[in-house]
């Protein structure tokens, strides 16, 4: 794991559109359909559109914060740690398990490199997931959700950020599968 103080690559574009704090408030209820997409699959260099999975099985979506390939979110490292540990736990649950990062697609490889991460990472520099989820952001970064879909698509479960619980831990997720 990189142990750099190297700030290189975190001012910039995405980092301003980020900057000022939005509370997460996520239109999205129990029940809703959730917003389709189609981003980069870090791992494979294919794009995974997220309705490919509808009608096969469920899926849990971690919107994480990373901020780059050198600075991790000091309450959402633990939170990408254990899931990428328990990724074989979840997926024998049946569910698909997708994690979406805001970094770029380079930063987005180091960063899979770096944590030796088997769950899927899809890049989404633009943050426009995050803000169709209504995550929030703060200080340069989308906050951190989960969700988890039904194999319908449809919301079962979500965990918006907040500083008294910032991630819902593996065992709830495995709670709700």
């Known amino acids: ?23 997460a408030r996520s239109s999205l209820d129990i029940g809703d359909r959730a917003p389709d997409f189609h981003l980069l699959h870090i791992q494979s260099q294919q ?7 509808w ?20 309450l959402c490292f633990p939170h990408i740690v ?31 490199q770096d944590l030796n991460l088997e769950i899927p990472l899809l890049s989404n520099p633009d943050c426009q997931i995050f803000r ?10 989308p906050l951190p959700a989960q969700f988890i879909l039904d194999r319908r698509g449809n919301i079962i479960y979500r965990h918006l950020f907040s500083f008294v619980d910032s991630n819902a831990n593996v065992e709830r997720l495995l709670k709700y599968l």
Do not use: H, W
């Not at 794009?47 to 999975?53: A, K």
């Not at 099985?57 to 000091?74: G, M, S, W």
């Open 132 to 141: 169709r989820y209504g995550t929030g952001q703060a200080l340069g970064a």
């Open 1 to 23: 794991m990189l142990t750099s103080t190297n700030f290189s690559g975190l001012i910039n574009q995405r980092f301003f559109k980020n900057f000022l704090p939005i509370p």
């Open 55 to 74: 009608g096969q099985q469920p899926v849990v979506l971690a919107l994480t914060r990373i901020f780059t390939e050198n600075q991790y979110c000091p």
């Open 82 to 112: 254990a899931l990428n540990k328990s990724y074989r736990r979840l997926q024998a649950k049946g569910a698909a398990v997708l994690m979406i990062t805001s970094t770029d697609e380079r930063q987005s490889k180091t960063v899979q």
């Open 47 to 53: 794009m995974l559109t997220l309705s490919d999975y």
